[in-house]
């Protein structure tokens, strides 16, 4: 078993930044891809951004690319997600997720086997 616990949500004006942490603990020595995904209210839960556990590989969603930026740091059991030029649009709750196995299809939430409670990131215009 996983635990994964977010941190780092906030409130924050357009065009600031956010830097989000996911910290996993239990079974961490099993390698695990990490991906990142969102739930604006009314709308379904969709990818951010997913990178390897060795950290060679990561993937992003169109609307995030150029703004966001995922990393790990394996000795400290943690992912982050560096968000800078923060719009409305990011508003939403934002989830941390790992995937066991092979780092393929990892934009697809339904292949992570993981999940954590989620942090509030809130926009304000």
């Known amino acids: 078993q996983l635990q994964l616990i977010e941190s780092g949500g906030g409130l924050v004006q357009v065009g600031g930044s956010l830097r989000l942490s996911c910290a996993a603990s239990g079974r961490t020595a099993t390698r695990h891809h990490m991906g990142w995904f969102r739930q604006a209210p009314g709308k379904e839960r969709e990818f951010v951004a997913a990178?390897?556990?060795?950290?060679?590989?990561?993937v992003y969603a169109v609307s995030v690319k150029g703004r966001f930026t995922i990393s790990r740091d394996n000795t400290k059991n943690t992912i982050y997600l560096q968000m800078n030029s923060l719009a409305p649009e990011d508003t939403a709750v934002y989830y941390c997720a790992a995937k066991l196995g092979t780092p393929t299809d990892l934009t697809n939430q339904v292949r992570y086997d993981y999940w954590g409670q989620g942090t509030q990131v809130t926009v304000s215009s």
């Open positions: 990178i390897s556990w060795t950290g060679d590989m990561t």
